[in-house]
C-alpha cells in the first residue's frame, strides 16, 4: 500500500488581550511587532501530544485581524482587517464567503 506525508495547512486564531493603541490599525501594528509566531509554534512539544506529527511552523503568512475594543460588551466597534491591515468591507459575516460584516461607526 503506498505511504503519504500529509501537510494540513491550518488557519490558526491567535488573540491577545490588552493592547493599548491609538487606533485599531495602530494595534495590529503593534501586535505583529511584538509576537513572533515562528517561535509560538516551533517550541510545542508535539510528540507529547500528537505522536505522528513530524513538525509544525508558521506559514509566514496572517489571512485577516480582528480587533476588538475593551468595554465594547456588544462589538459595535469591533473592525475586520486583511491581510493588509485594511478594513473588509460586507454586508454580512458568511463563513461559506470571504464577505464579513464591519460595524458602523
Known amino acids: 500500500m503506498p505511504e503519504y506525508s500529509v501537510l494540513i495547512k491550518a488557519e490558526v486564531n491567535v ?3 490588552g493592547i493599548q493603541a491609538g487606533s ?17 509554534f516551533d ?3 508535539l510528540k507529547a501530544v500528537a505522536p505522528m506529527v ?11 485581524y480582528l480587533v476588538d475594543e475593551a468595554g465594547d460588551e456588544d462589538y459595535e466597534n469591533s473592525g475586520w482587517y486583511g491581510p493588509d491591515m ?3 468591507m460586507g454586508d454580512l459575516a458568511d ?3 470571504s464577505s464579513v460584516f464591519i460595524s458602523k461607526r
Open 54 to 64: 513530524q513538525y509544525v511552523e508558521y506559514g509566514d503568512y496572517n489571512t485577516g
Open 95 to 97: 463563513e461559506s464567503s
Open 15 to 17: 488573540r491577545l488581550p
Open 24 to 40: 485599531q490599525k495602530e494595534a495590529i501594528e503593534k501586535v505583529q511587532a511584538a509576537v513572533d509566531l515562528h517561535r509560538v
Open 43 to 45: 517550541w510545542a512539544n
Open 86 to 88: 485594511e478594513p473588509i
